[in-house]
């Protein structure tokens, strides 16, 4: 096996998915990872410091591409405008990659209560990497909380549709289109 060869680290997200999925996380170990991405496990460790982080993999860098689109979005933005900025900033960054792997996180996020509590800790440090932008722009702390949590619904939903089509449409289409949808559904919430 090639040592630090190019792509080591998006072959094993692509390798832990695929077994996550065929055979489920607990029974999945960080030898088979290795095995299937075709690296050593010492390479593995090199970019992981364990199976349970493969999942997590992008989360520093979405929550930090979200919360620069919030605090450089125009002076004059609306909270969700800048949301939808934060939106479009992430979005532009995910690739076809992320768009493959999409169904098969899912379901490997399903199957396991340890993978469901690490997502759960990935969307609270999405809202609030996206709450600290809004609040450093002076949007008073309820309403940047608030549109903090509808962005991290948008990019949930959007991500899904978008994981589930084979349409061209980039995934900032769909991000921006449920964010669309949800500030008028809270319109009706009256």
Known sequence: MARWEPGARERLIVAAVDLFAEQGYDSTTVAQIAERAGVTKSTFFRHFPDKRELLAAGQETLSRLLAE????????ATPLEAVAAGLQRASDAMGPLNREIGPRLKA???????????????????????????????????????????????????????????????????????????????????
């Open 108 to 190: 490997a996020v399903a199957a396991s209560t340890e993978l469901q509590e690490r997502d759960a800790l990935k969307s609270v440090s999405m809202a609030a990497a996206m709450t600290a932008a809004l609040t450093a722009r002076g949007v008073p702390d309820a309403a940047a909380a608030l549109a903090g949590e509808l962005g991290l619904l948008a990019f949930k939903r959007g991500y899904a549709e978008w994981a589930d089509t084979d349409a061209d449409h980039g995934l900032a289409h769909y991000t921006l289109a449920a964010l669309s949808e949800l500030r008028a559904a809270t319109a009706t919430l009256g």
């Open 69 to 76: 689109g919030i605090t450089e979005a125009p002076a004059g």
